[in-house]
């Protein structure tokens, strides 16, 4: 029941989102069940037109589990640094292929 957290975010401060990314990362990773499945600041594009200047794709466990990430305190002090140093186009958590 995998769920994805994909986002595209306009990056406009380099230093600032590394702040953020240097908040973020380690609590992601204290999670011990979510995998980073891309970071990308120059994506191949097919068609269309880039969304943001900074794509991610997380993997959860389950949307449950991706939504309490999300909403916990911990990230929530986090936020203020990437909406100070980006714009945020979209974040939002997505059913694996199994219907998570």
């Keep these: 029941m995998a769920a994805y957290l994909v986002g595209a975010i306009d990056v406009h401060d380099a230093a600032g989102y590394a702040r953020y990314r ?33 794509l991610f794709i997380l993997k959860f466990p389950s949307l449950d589990r991706a939504r309490a990430f999300m909403e916990s305190e911990d990230y929530g002090r986090c936020i203020p640094l990437r909406h100070a140093s980006a714009t945020t186009r979209f974040i939002m958590a997505m059913r694996g292929p199994d219907g998570g």
């Design 22 to 54: 240097d908040g973020a990362l380690p609590l992601i990773a204290a999670l011990g069940d979510v995998e980073l499945v891309s970071g990308d600041d120059r994506p191949l594009l097919f068609e269309g037109a880039p969304p943001a200047n900074h």
